[in-house]
């Protein structure tokens, strides 16, 4: 019986402890020899330069291990939470939704509010409803600035909430939430800003590329 020196590659007869020819120790445990990258060949010691299998060089790999470091697990997701991906993305989407809507109620409120003639029913049963919401219709018809800035919000919402719904920007997503409870919405859309910012805030993983 023979066994193949780690190191250098020589044969020897098994009985022997050291290498013949280069005196290295035979009979390495499994804990102190190195695996190849290229081949998948284990027959290396611990301090070995190259594989003698196929020649890769193991310092190369080394040094590229060391500039690329590891990936970090909040830089992407993992295929093992594919069970609460699908959770994630639903909440997404109904966020994306709830964005979506607190924009359009943003917009359609603050038109309402400054254009005479335009919703007057709408606006008096809200205010019926809402006490809160006669104030704030009256601060927006005595400074236009505030239906405008209502408005851009909504606007701004609106497209925010793509971010949301193609998962491509956490923090724009978390914006569009923002600029959601901002639109107002006769209240109900700050409402729908505020549950929409709430289920993206909650679903960060979502926003993630999948682990390689």
Not at 114 to 134: C, K, R, S
Request: aromatic fraction near 8%.
């Amino acid at each position: 019986m023979t066994i193949k020196c780690t190191k250098c590659g020589t044969y020897n007869l098994d009985e022997e402890t050291r290498c013949r020819l280069c005196g290295h120790t035979l009979h390495a445990s499994e804990s102190e020899v190195q695996k190849c990258p290229e081949c998948g060949s284990v027959a290396h010691a611990p301090d070995a330069d190259k594989c003698i299998a196929c020649g890769r060089s193991f310092t190369t790999v080394i040094e590229a291990s060391k500039q690329a470091g590891p990936q970090k697990a909040e830089e992407c997701e993992h295929w093992s939470e594919k069970p609460a991906h699908a959770v994630r993305t639903a909440k997404v989407g109904i966020a994306g939704t709830f964005i979506l809507l607190a924009g359009v109620l943003g917009i359609v409120h603050a038109v309402m509010s400054v254009l005479p003639g335009i919703g007057e029913d709408i606006i008096a049963t809200y205010e019926n409803v809402i006490p809160q919401g006669e104030f704030l219709d009256g601060l927006m018809q005595d400074y236009v600035f505030v239906a405008a800035l209502i408005f851009v919000s909504g606007v701004l919402a609106i497209g925010m909430s793509m971010f949301a719904f193609m998962k491509s920007n956490f923090y724009g997503s978390i914006a569009g939430g923002i600029f959601g409870i901002l639109a107002i919405g006769f209240l109900f859309g700050a409402f729908f800003g505020l549950v929409g910012l709430l289920l993206v805030a909650t679903s960060k993983r979502e926003f993630l590329a999948e682990c390689g």
